[in-house]
Protein backbone atom coordinates (compact mmCIF):
# COMPACT_ATOMS: atom_id res chain seq x y z
CA UNK A 1 0.00 0.00 0.00
CA UNK A 2 0.53 3.73 -0.20
CA UNK A 3 0.47 5.33 3.11
CA UNK A 4 -0.67 8.69 3.90
CA UNK A 5 1.10 9.09 7.50
CA UNK A 6 0.77 12.48 9.53
CA UNK A 7 2.57 13.31 11.86
CA UNK A 8 5.09 10.62 10.69
CA UNK A 9 8.37 12.76 12.30
CA UNK A 10 6.63 12.14 15.85
CA UNK A 11 6.93 9.68 18.44
CA UNK A 12 4.59 7.06 17.35
CA UNK A 13 4.62 8.21 13.93
CA UNK A 14 8.32 7.47 12.94
CA UNK A 15 7.35 3.73 14.71
CA UNK A 16 5.02 3.58 12.01
CA UNK A 17 6.58 4.78 9.26
CA UNK A 18 10.02 2.51 10.35
CA UNK A 19 7.78 -0.18 10.43
CA UNK A 20 5.67 0.03 7.23
CA UNK A 21 8.92 0.72 4.97
CA UNK A 22 9.94 -2.54 6.60
CA UNK A 23 6.62 -4.63 5.90
CA UNK A 24 7.25 -3.29 2.30
CA UNK A 25 4.82 0.06 1.88
CA UNK A 26 5.55 3.09 0.43
CA UNK A 27 4.84 5.82 3.14
CA UNK A 28 4.57 9.48 2.32
CA UNK A 29 5.23 11.36 5.63
CA UNK A 30 3.12 14.63 6.24
CA UNK A 31 4.34 16.52 9.19
CA UNK A 32 4.75 19.90 10.22
CA UNK A 33 7.45 19.87 12.33
CA UNK A 34 6.29 21.63 15.35
CA UNK A 35 8.34 21.35 18.47
CA UNK A 36 8.13 17.74 19.60
CA UNK A 37 8.52 16.24 16.02
CA UNK A 38 12.19 14.99 15.38
CA UNK A 39 13.13 13.65 11.48
CA UNK A 40 16.87 12.15 13.10
CA UNK A 41 13.82 9.73 14.26
CA UNK A 42 14.05 8.65 10.87
CA UNK A 43 17.40 8.74 9.55
CA UNK A 44 17.83 4.85 9.12
CA UNK A 45 14.55 5.33 6.74
CA UNK A 46 14.79 8.77 4.70
CA UNK A 47 16.68 7.80 1.92
CA UNK A 48 14.43 4.75 1.07
CA UNK A 49 13.26 4.98 -2.23
CA UNK A 50 9.63 3.99 -0.71
CA UNK A 51 9.86 6.96 1.47
CA UNK A 52 9.14 10.63 0.58
CA UNK A 53 8.33 13.58 3.30
CA UNK A 54 5.96 16.58 2.91
CA UNK A 55 6.72 19.57 5.12
CA UNK A 56 3.31 20.88 5.72
CA UNK A 57 0.59 21.58 8.33
CA UNK A 58 -2.85 19.21 8.53
CA UNK A 59 -4.89 22.46 8.71
CA UNK A 60 -3.44 24.13 5.29
CA UNK A 61 -6.22 22.66 2.71
CA UNK A 62 -4.17 23.54 -0.45
CA UNK A 63 -1.07 21.74 0.96
CA UNK A 64 -3.42 18.74 1.67
CA UNK A 65 -5.01 18.80 -1.77
CA UNK A 66 -1.21 18.83 -3.78
CA UNK A 67 -0.38 16.01 -1.69
CA UNK A 68 -3.39 13.95 -1.97
CA UNK A 69 -3.12 14.78 -5.68
CA UNK A 70 0.03 14.08 -6.71
CA UNK A 71 0.76 10.90 -3.69
CA UNK A 72 -2.07 9.67 -4.64
CA UNK A 73 -2.09 7.63 -1.37
CA UNK A 74 -4.08 4.03 -0.71
CA UNK A 75 -4.64 4.88 2.96
CA UNK A 76 -4.19 8.10 5.55
CA UNK A 77 -2.87 6.65 8.85
CA UNK A 78 -3.92 9.89 11.16
CA UNK A 79 -1.55 10.57 13.86
CA UNK A 80 -0.36 14.38 13.84
CA UNK A 81 -1.99 15.71 17.14
CA UNK A 82 -1.02 17.91 19.88
CA UNK A 83 -0.95 15.11 22.75
CA UNK A 84 0.69 16.51 25.92
CA UNK A 85 -2.01 16.62 28.93
CA UNK A 86 0.30 19.33 30.82
CA UNK A 87 0.40 21.72 27.43
CA UNK A 88 -3.34 21.20 26.90
CA UNK A 89 -4.26 22.72 30.45
CA UNK A 90 -1.47 25.80 29.76
CA UNK A 91 -2.61 26.72 26.07
CA UNK A 92 -5.97 24.62 25.32
CA UNK A 93 -6.29 26.62 21.85
CA UNK A 94 -3.37 24.79 20.68
CA UNK A 95 -5.20 21.49 20.91
CA UNK A 96 -8.45 22.46 19.55
CA UNK A 97 -6.67 24.02 16.25
CA UNK A 98 -5.19 20.91 15.56
CA UNK A 99 -6.76 18.11 17.18
CA UNK A 100 -10.29 18.99 15.68
CA UNK A 101 -9.89 21.62 12.98
CA UNK A 102 -6.90 19.91 11.26
CA UNK A 103 -8.74 16.56 11.41
CA UNK A 104 -11.79 18.42 9.85
CA UNK A 105 -9.83 19.28 7.24
CA UNK A 106 -7.56 16.32 6.82
CA UNK A 107 -11.27 14.56 6.54
CA UNK A 108 -12.08 16.79 4.06
CA UNK A 109 -9.57 16.75 2.12
CA UNK A 110 -9.46 12.87 2.18
CA UNK A 111 -12.96 12.70 1.38
CA UNK A 112 -12.87 15.01 -2.04
CA UNK A 113 -10.03 12.97 -2.92
CA UNK A 114 -11.58 9.75 -2.35
CA UNK A 115 -14.99 10.79 -3.91
CA UNK A 116 -12.81 12.35 -7.34
CA UNK A 117 -11.40 8.80 -7.33
CA UNK A 118 -15.00 6.79 -7.70
CA UNK A 119 -14.86 6.32 -4.02
CA UNK A 120 -12.94 3.20 -4.04
CA UNK A 121 -13.59 0.52 -1.57
CA UNK A 122 -10.44 -0.32 -1.02
CA UNK A 123 -9.17 3.03 0.28
CA UNK A 124 -9.04 3.94 4.03
CA UNK A 125 -8.96 6.81 6.95
CA UNK A 126 -7.46 4.95 10.08
CA UNK A 127 -7.64 7.51 12.66
CA UNK A 128 -5.55 7.11 15.77
CA UNK A 129 -6.91 7.95 18.95
CA UNK A 130 -6.01 7.78 22.94
CA UNK A 131 -7.75 5.90 25.54
CA UNK A 132 -8.05 9.58 27.66
CA UNK A 133 -11.18 9.88 25.74
CA UNK A 134 -12.85 7.75 27.97
CA UNK A 135 -11.98 9.35 31.03
CA UNK A 136 -11.10 7.66 34.03
CA UNK A 137 -11.66 3.95 35.45
CA UNK A 138 -12.22 3.37 39.76
CA UNK A 139 -10.33 0.14 40.72
CA UNK A 140 -12.05 -2.19 39.05
CA UNK A 141 -12.80 -2.57 35.07
CA UNK A 142 -11.96 -2.05 31.54
CA UNK A 143 -12.12 0.26 28.59
CA UNK A 144 -13.97 -1.44 25.70
CA UNK A 145 -14.87 -0.17 22.61
CA UNK A 146 -18.65 0.25 23.73
CA UNK A 147 -17.35 3.00 26.99
CA UNK A 148 -18.84 6.14 27.05
CA UNK A 149 -16.59 8.89 25.83
CA UNK A 150 -15.84 11.00 29.21
CA UNK A 151 -12.79 13.43 28.45
CA UNK A 152 -11.16 15.30 31.53
CA UNK A 153 -8.73 17.19 30.36
CA UNK A 154 -8.63 19.91 27.35
CA UNK A 155 -6.37 17.44 25.49
CA UNK A 156 -8.66 14.07 25.83
CA UNK A 157 -11.46 16.06 24.73
CA UNK A 158 -10.21 17.85 21.29
CA UNK A 159 -9.15 14.02 20.70
CA UNK A 160 -12.12 13.09 21.60
CA UNK A 161 -14.08 15.97 19.26
CA UNK A 162 -11.76 14.41 16.50
CA UNK A 163 -12.44 10.56 17.15
CA UNK A 164 -16.34 11.93 17.00
CA UNK A 165 -15.70 13.96 13.33
CA UNK A 166 -14.28 10.59 12.03
CA UNK A 167 -17.30 8.62 13.10
CA UNK A 168 -19.70 11.76 11.24
CA UNK A 169 -17.65 11.24 8.29
CA UNK A 170 -18.04 7.41 7.95
CA UNK A 171 -21.86 7.67 8.58
CA UNK A 172 -22.23 10.76 6.74
CA UNK A 173 -20.47 10.78 3.77
CA UNK A 174 -19.25 7.49 3.54
CA UNK A 175 -15.79 8.09 3.97
CA UNK A 176 -14.14 4.38 5.02
CA UNK A 177 -12.89 5.01 8.37
CA UNK A 178 -11.20 3.20 11.14
CA UNK A 179 -10.22 4.21 14.71
CA UNK A 180 -7.92 2.67 17.18
CA UNK A 181 -7.73 3.96 20.89
CA UNK A 182 -3.81 3.30 23.14
CA UNK A 183 -2.96 2.33 25.54
CA UNK A 184 0.56 4.72 27.14
CA UNK A 185 3.10 4.20 24.77
CA UNK A 186 6.64 4.27 25.68
CA UNK A 187 9.76 3.25 23.90
CA UNK A 188 12.59 4.56 22.03
CA UNK A 189 12.52 8.04 20.52
CA UNK A 190 10.15 9.44 23.04
CA UNK A 191 10.39 13.02 23.65
CA UNK A 192 11.48 13.55 26.47
CA UNK A 193 8.49 15.84 27.93
CA UNK A 194 6.65 12.65 28.78
CA UNK A 195 7.11 10.59 32.32
CA UNK A 196 9.02 7.63 31.49
CA UNK A 197 12.08 10.22 29.74
CA UNK A 198 11.68 12.62 32.01
CA UNK A 199 12.62 9.76 34.68
CA UNK A 200 15.41 8.24 32.79
CA UNK A 201 17.02 11.69 32.06
CA UNK A 202 16.31 13.32 35.16
CA UNK A 203 18.38 10.13 36.76
CA UNK A 204 21.07 10.85 34.54
CA UNK A 205 21.58 14.19 35.53
CA UNK A 206 21.22 14.01 39.30
CA UNK A 207 18.46 15.74 39.23
CA UNK A 208 14.67 15.76 41.44
CA UNK A 209 12.30 12.80 39.70
CA UNK A 210 8.93 14.79 39.80
CA UNK A 211 5.95 12.23 40.89
CA UNK A 212 2.88 13.83 40.70
CA UNK A 213 0.72 13.80 43.43
CA UNK A 214 1.14 10.26 45.51
CA UNK A 215 2.23 8.66 42.34
CA UNK A 216 -0.90 6.12 42.77
CA UNK A 217 -2.08 7.15 38.76
CA UNK A 218 -2.54 3.52 37.26
CA UNK A 219 -1.55 3.61 33.06
CA UNK A 220 -1.40 0.46 31.01
CA UNK A 221 2.00 0.67 29.58
CA UNK A 222 1.98 -0.01 25.40
CA UNK A 223 5.51 -0.60 23.51
CA UNK A 224 5.57 1.93 20.76
CA UNK A 225 6.72 -0.71 18.11
CA UNK A 226 3.61 -3.12 19.18
CA UNK A 227 1.51 -0.62 18.86
CA UNK A 228 2.95 0.24 15.32
CA UNK A 229 2.39 -3.30 14.63
CA UNK A 230 -1.31 -2.92 15.46
CA UNK A 231 -1.87 -0.19 13.69
CA UNK A 232 -0.51 -1.25 10.10
CA UNK A 233 -2.77 -4.38 10.91
CA UNK A 234 -6.10 -2.37 11.72
CA UNK A 235 -5.01 -0.42 8.36
CA UNK A 236 -4.60 -3.69 6.47
CA UNK A 237 -7.10 -6.16 7.86
CA UNK A 238 -9.38 -3.73 9.97
CA UNK A 239 -12.94 -3.38 9.25
CA UNK A 240 -14.45 -0.05 7.86
CA UNK A 241 -16.41 1.99 10.67
CA UNK A 242 -15.02 -0.12 13.19
CA UNK A 243 -13.46 0.69 16.52
CA UNK A 244 -10.39 -1.67 18.19
CA UNK A 245 -8.78 -0.54 21.70
CA UNK A 246 -4.75 -1.51 21.50
CA UNK A 247 -3.15 -2.19 25.00
CA UNK A 248 -0.60 -3.33 26.36
CA UNK A 249 -1.87 -5.90 28.98
CA UNK A 250 0.63 -4.05 31.44
CA UNK A 251 -1.31 -2.28 34.18
CA UNK A 252 1.12 -0.30 36.79
CA UNK A 253 0.85 2.72 38.89
CA UNK A 254 3.28 5.84 38.20
CA UNK A 255 5.07 5.06 41.31
CA UNK A 256 5.93 1.67 40.69
CA UNK A 257 7.26 1.98 37.04
CA UNK A 258 9.47 4.85 38.33
CA UNK A 259 11.04 2.00 40.74
CA UNK A 260 11.83 0.15 37.88
CA UNK A 261 13.42 2.37 35.52
CA UNK A 262 15.75 3.25 39.15
CA UNK A 263 16.61 -0.24 39.54
CA UNK A 264 17.29 -0.30 35.88
CA UNK A 265 19.68 2.92 35.98
CA UNK A 266 21.54 1.53 39.52
CA UNK A 267 22.06 -1.70 37.06
CA UNK A 268 23.09 -0.01 33.67
CA UNK A 269 24.75 3.13 34.80
CA UNK A 270 25.39 2.50 38.81
CA UNK A 271 25.61 5.85 40.37
CA UNK A 272 27.30 6.72 44.33
CA UNK A 273 23.63 6.64 45.78
CA UNK A 274 20.58 5.10 44.24
CA UNK A 275 18.35 6.60 41.48
CA UNK A 276 15.28 6.51 44.00
CA UNK A 277 16.42 8.50 45.90
CA UNK A 278 15.90 11.65 43.74
CA UNK A 279 12.37 10.91 43.51
CA UNK A 280 10.29 13.81 44.61
CA UNK A 281 6.60 14.21 44.79
CA UNK A 282 5.15 17.15 43.63
CA UNK A 283 1.67 19.08 43.68
CA UNK A 284 -0.91 17.03 41.32
CA UNK A 285 -1.84 18.50 37.91
CA UNK A 286 -5.81 18.86 37.76
CA UNK A 287 -8.05 16.36 36.59
CA UNK A 288 -6.00 14.03 36.38
CA UNK A 289 -7.21 10.82 35.80
CA UNK A 290 -7.17 7.75 38.42
CA UNK A 291 -6.85 4.86 35.90
CA UNK A 292 -6.90 3.53 32.29
CA UNK A 293 -7.04 -0.03 31.31
CA UNK A 294 -7.79 -1.56 28.05
CA UNK A 295 -9.69 -4.58 26.93
CA UNK A 296 -8.03 -5.02 23.82
CA UNK A 297 -9.52 -8.50 22.87
CA UNK A 298 -11.59 -7.17 19.95
CA UNK A 299 -8.34 -6.57 17.64
CA UNK A 300 -7.00 -10.03 19.36
CA UNK A 301 -9.83 -12.04 18.62
CA UNK A 302 -11.27 -10.65 15.16
CA UNK A 303 -7.24 -9.18 13.55
CA UNK A 304 -4.83 -11.43 15.18
CA UNK A 305 -2.93 -8.76 16.88
CA UNK A 306 -1.64 -9.01 20.51
CA UNK A 307 1.53 -7.08 22.40
CA UNK A 308 4.76 -8.91 22.17
CA UNK A 309 7.17 -6.73 24.53
CA UNK A 310 6.32 -7.67 28.51
CA UNK A 311 6.53 -4.32 30.07
CA UNK A 312 9.73 -5.50 31.81
CA UNK A 313 11.53 -6.05 28.49
CA UNK A 314 9.98 -2.85 27.02
CA UNK A 315 11.53 -0.85 29.61
CA UNK A 316 14.75 -2.25 29.93
CA UNK A 317 15.22 -1.58 25.76
CA UNK A 318 14.14 2.10 26.35
CA UNK A 319 16.34 2.70 29.42
CA UNK A 320 19.24 1.19 27.12
CA UNK A 321 18.64 2.94 24.54
CA UNK A 322 18.28 6.33 25.99
CA UNK A 323 21.90 5.59 27.22
CA UNK A 324 23.04 4.60 23.80
CA UNK A 325 21.95 7.73 22.14
CA UNK A 326 22.75 10.91 23.69
CA UNK A 327 23.38 12.77 20.89
CA UNK A 328 19.75 12.40 19.78
CA UNK A 329 17.86 13.74 23.15
CA UNK A 330 20.42 16.22 24.31
CA UNK A 331 19.76 17.95 21.13
CA UNK A 332 15.85 18.40 22.25
CA UNK A 333 16.65 19.08 25.82
CA UNK A 334 16.98 22.94 24.77
CA UNK A 335 13.49 22.85 23.41
CA UNK A 336 10.66 24.96 24.57
CA UNK A 337 9.21 23.51 27.76
CA UNK A 338 11.41 20.97 27.86
CA UNK A 339 12.32 19.88 31.46
CA UNK A 340 10.12 22.55 33.20
CA UNK A 341 6.75 22.31 35.00
CA UNK A 342 3.58 22.47 32.94
CA UNK A 343 0.05 22.17 33.74
CA UNK A 344 -0.66 23.55 36.76
CA UNK A 345 -3.60 25.69 35.30
Known sequence: MKLLVTGGAGFIGSAVVRLALAQGHEVVNLDALTYAACLDNLTAVADLPGYRFEHADIRDEKALARIFSSHAPDAVLHLAAESHVDRSIDGPGAFIDTNVTGTYKLL?????FWEGRGRPKSFRFHHVSTDEVYGSLGAEGLFTEETPYAPNSPYSASKAASDHLVRAWGETYGLPVLLTNCSNNYGMYHFPEKLIPV??????????????GAGENIRDWLYVEDHAEALLTVVTKGVVGRSYNIGGNAELSNIDLVHQICALLDELRPAK???SEL??????RPGHDARYAI???RI???????PSVTLEE???RTVVWYLDNPDWWQALQARDGVGE???RA
Do not use: C, H, T
Request: proline letters at 5%.
Open 295 to 297: DAS
Open 273 to 275: NAY
Open 341 to 343: RLG
Open 300 to 306: QKELGWQ
Open 279 to 284: ISFVAD
Open 314 to 316: GLR
Open 199 to 212: VILNALAGKPIPIY
Open 108 to 112: QAARI
